[in-house]
Antibody, heavy 119, light 111 residues
């Protein structure tokens, strides 16, 4: 059974950093791209970024709203993906979901982890 | 303002059919990129409902169907049930933004 478990969400002050983890199981981790999607309280879904598998170069891409502040990495030996978030802003407050990419869609989602950015 | 436009809400009585539209532009749906649909039950993570415009993952009832034509796509739900009450999101790719995009979401109320 495919499982994605996010962790690391917390309450942080603006300007600080936070790293989220996504621990995967139930599939061959290194075969797949992974993506992060977030949802602000009471709002819709927003794509944050993606990291490709090493077979496809391992490159990452980001939404304009987080480019230069967020970075995604992966440890295929541990089946973990990370979202490093720097220079956090109040508008980054959201539930962050880790997803497995299937083609151009997200076929498996974690339960999410809440990040709150507040003074 | 989302790049993909969905109605904020739709409603229907049990047993009825409802449709949810998703309208994009020439840089996303109109450029031939597929549309996918997700269902988000209250307090839960989203779940893939339709992929590749009209394909259902294993386990999704055939009451749910999707289609796409030009810049627009739609999700149809027939035989509406109380447990279908949820938020529904469409998703595609935009080549001018170089990334994935979501619609603003549609809240389905079963009367």
């Amino acid at each position: 059974e495919v499982q994605l478990v996010e962790s690391g969400g917390d309450l942080v002050h603006p300007g600080r950093s936070l790293r989220l983890s996504c621990t995967a199981s139930g599939f061959t981790f290194n075969y797949y791209a992974l993506s992060w999607v977030r949802q602000a309280p009471g709002k819709g879904l927003e794509w944050v970024g993606l990291i490709r598998s090493k077979a496809y170069g391992g490159a990452s891409e980001y939404a304009a709203s987080v480019k230069g502040r967020f970075s995604i990495s992966r440890d295929d030996s541990e089946s973990i993906a990370y979202l490093q978030m720097n220079s956090l802003k109040p508008e980054d407050t959201a539930v962050y979901y880790c997803t497995r990419v299937g083609g151009s869609y997200y076929n498996y989602w974690g339960q999410g982890t809440l990040v709150t950015v507040s003074p | 303002q989302s790049v993909l436009t969905q109605p904020p809400s739709v409603s229907g009585a049990p047993g009825q059919r409802v449709t949810i539209s998703c309208t994009g532009s020439s840089s996303n749906t109109g450029a031939g990129y597929d549309v996918h649909w997700y269902q988000q039950l209250p307090g839960r993570a989203p779940k893939l409902l339709i992929y590749g415009n009209g394909n259902r993952p294993s386990g999704v009832p055939d009451r749910f169907s999707g289609s796409k034509s030009g810049t627009s796509a739609s999700l149809a739900i027939t035989g509406l049930q109380a447990e279908d009450e949820a938020d529904y999101y469409c998703q595609s790719y935009d080549n001018s933004l170089s990334g994935s995009i979501f619609g603003g979401g549609t809240k389905l109320t079963v009367l």
